[in-house]
């Protein structure tokens, strides 16, 4: 068990296990610029002063996860370790240059080597920062609309989503829908690929709610944030993570995006 320093850029949407309960796939870097996957935690639950935000320092003592074969997997000594939020690395006013210096260390181009580097035993790169050569399309589909009921039912009976002010069970809402980001890569390799971010299903509920229920709004506003705003002006990145299904299983394709990093563009002679 050691102490780990890490920079939170990635918080998935919740899911429910019946195992862990609710769980939230965290993902960042450590102070050497490597990538690290914290898995399985427990978000929601925890108190708020350990509740941390993305591009906020946290520190936590982890242990490699041996249930999972990829090397920047890690998990929490137990589901009550604490965890210690520290500072937040700023905006910078949109260009995002400290984040850009901990966030840009190394980012791929090519889908195919990216992929092909996941799939060379002993290396299984399953974390990393990609950059599309473009964005074609902004995808928005329909799926199921509520939780799996017997997985549901069954923590309901354990009373895992009471609190200490209500018996209610309180359960994360399910996304109606599924976003994707259709892209090419350098070599013009196009592919469409899931966001699994918490910022998008937090962005659909939050605008739910401004139209007052009216989903046909909702959508809209975040279709144009993340097409016409995020692809279309921002200095957009991807950050891409396999699944330990699809990647145990050598599918094609073992990644999913797990977040975007979205500073204001600016110029090379900016940067410099």
């Known amino acids: 068990m050691a102490v780990t320093r890490v920079l939170i850029a990635v918080k998935t ?37 350990q509740q941390y ?3 906020q320092w946290i520190e936590l003592d982890l242990v490699k996860n041996e249930k999972d074969f990829r090397p920047e997997s890690f998990r929490p000594q137990s589901l009550e370790t604490e965890v210690k939020p ?3 690395v700023p905006a910078d006013g949109g260009a995002w240059m400290e984040r850009r ?7 791929y181009y090519n889908l195919t080597e990216l992929i092909a580097e996941a799939k060379i035993k002993g290396i299984s790169t399953s ?12 995808l928005i589909e329909e799926v199921e609309r509520n939780w799996d009921g017997d997985k549901l039912a069954s923590l309901r009976q354990l009373n895992i989503f009471a609190t200490a002010t209500t018996t209610e069970a309180e359960v ?18 196009e592919s469409t690929l899931m966001i699994e971010d918490w910022e998008i299903g937090a962005l659909y509920w939050r605008q739910l709610d401004h ?6 709004l909702a959508k809209a506003d975040v279709r144009a944030k993340y097409l016409d705003d995020f692809a279309r002006t921002k200095d957009l990145h991807l950050f891409l993570g396999t699944t330990l299904e699809f990647h145990a299983r050598n599918m094609p394709n073992p990644f999913v995006i797990i977040g975007t990093f979205h500073p204001k563009a600016i110029s090379q002679l900016e940067l410099f």
Do not use: M
């Open 86 to 88: 520290i500072v937040k």
């Open 101 to 107: 210096k901990l966030v840009l260390r190394k980012v």
């Open 211 to 216: 139209h007052h229920g009216d989903e046909a």
């Open 13 to 49: 949407y919740p899911t429910l296990s019946t195992k862990y309960e609710e769980l939230v796939c965290t993902a960042g870097f450590r102070e050497d610029g490597t990538w690290i996957r914290i898995y399985p935690i427990q978000f929601r639950q925890r108190p708020y002063a």
């Open 172 to 189: 994360v809402k399910k996304l109606p829908y599924k976003f994707s980001y259709t892209f090419e890569d350098n070599d013009g390799r």
């Open 127 to 138: 974390l990393a920062v990609f950059k599309p050569a473009i964005i074609k399309d902004f």
């Open 53 to 55: 935000k993305k591009y």
